[in-house]
């Protein structure tokens, strides 16, 4: 026989699709201490001699893995080989954490409670009963009390940032269409500081801002070409020599 006899108890209480909720962990096994806790995959942990070790998923609280020794051990969680090639036990969630408890397995002698003596029966004596006449009671009607008004509280439904983004980044668009450049320049960059995702095929407002300098850039020059063109065609109005 192997220096390291382990009896394996694979208990696999939810598959990756779903969680199926338990019992917490420490009520069904309140004698159980924690050993260590992280996330997916568990490391190796020592057992001592008579232990069950657990591997509980706290996101789905559920155990997912239970070993158990006859003796002071190494129990490596991570060697598949070990438990028959069943890793798929740790890729549930790779993203859950666990927490992993170390329990004896040992029976506790429980004495048996002590069987109660009864005591003899004593007797007492009763006293006369005496009749007595009680005042008849005169019941009064209740006061009714009025309901007090409620007032509805108006709720408010918190704006969601991104949506508020497509909205601006939209009219900016149209804005930028209509070559509104101003305007537009404006709403790209409220577009940008609300976190405006862009979507397939879209500029985003960063490019669009670009743009937009480049052609008020471009107005601006043909606009002082203009006006330099039209000063050198204007007649001279001075008088002659």
């Given at each position: ?5 382990w009896?394996?108890?694979v208990l696999?209480?939810a598959?990756a699709a779903?969680c199926?909720q338990?019992?917490s962990?420490?009520?069904q096994?309140p004698r159980?201490?924690?050993?260590t806790?992280?996330?997916y995959?568990?490391p190796?942990?020592q057992?001592?001699?008579s232990q069950n070790?657990?591997?509980?998923d706290?996101?789905?609280?559920r ?5 158990a020794t ?5 129990i490596?969680?991570?060697d598949?080989?070990?438990f ?5 036990l ?6 859950h954490h666990?927490s ?17 003596v009864p005591?003899p ?6 006293p006369p ?6 005042a008849?009671v005169v019941?009064?009607?209740a006061a009714t009390?009025m309901?007090?008004?409620v007032?509805?509280?108006p709720t408010?439904k918190?704006v969601d940032?991104?949506?508020?983004a497509?909205?601006?980044?939209n009219?900016?668009?149209?804005e930028w ?12 960059i409220?577009a ?13 407002p960063e490019d669009?801002?670009?743009r937009?300098?480049k052609?008020?850039a ?5 606009k002082?070409q ?5 000063l ?10």
């Amino acid at each position: 026989m192997n220096k390291k006899v382990w009896l394996i108890n694979v208990l696999v209480v939810a598959a990756a699709a779903g969680c199926q909720q338990a019992p917490s962990f420490t009520q069904q096994h309140p004698r159980a201490a924690l050993l260590t806790q992280g996330i997916y995959p568990p490391p190796a942990v020592q057992a001592g001699a008579s232990q069950n070790v657990y591997v509980y998923d706290d996101s789905c609280d559920r155990v997912v893995l239970q070993t158990a020794t006859t003796q002071p051990t190494t129990i490596d969680l991570r060697d598949a080989a070990a438990f028959g090639g069943s890793r798929v036990l740790f890729n549930v969630n790779l993203s859950h954490h666990y927490s992993i408890y170390s329990e004896s397995n040992a029976t506790q002698a429980v004495s048996p409670a002590p069987t109660p003596v009864p005591s003899p029966a004593q007797t007492t004596p009763v006293p006369p009963v005496v009749p007595t006449v009680s005042a008849p009671v005169v019941s009064q009607p209740a006061a009714t009390k009025m309901p007090a008004p409620v007032v509805s509280k108006p709720t408010t439904k918190p704006v969601d940032p991104q949506i508020e983004a497509t909205k601006v980044y939209n009219r900016g668009v149209d804005e930028w269409n209509s070559q509104k450049w101003d305007t537009a320049r404006a709403d790209f960059i409220q577009a940008k500081t609300l976190g405006y995702r862009t979507g397939f095929g879209e500029r985003s407002p960063e490019d669009f801002v670009k743009r937009i300098d480049k052609k008020i850039a471009e107005a601006k020059a043909a606009k002082q070409q203009a006006g330099a063109s039209k000063l050198a065609t204007q007649p001279s109005t001075r008088p002659a020599k």
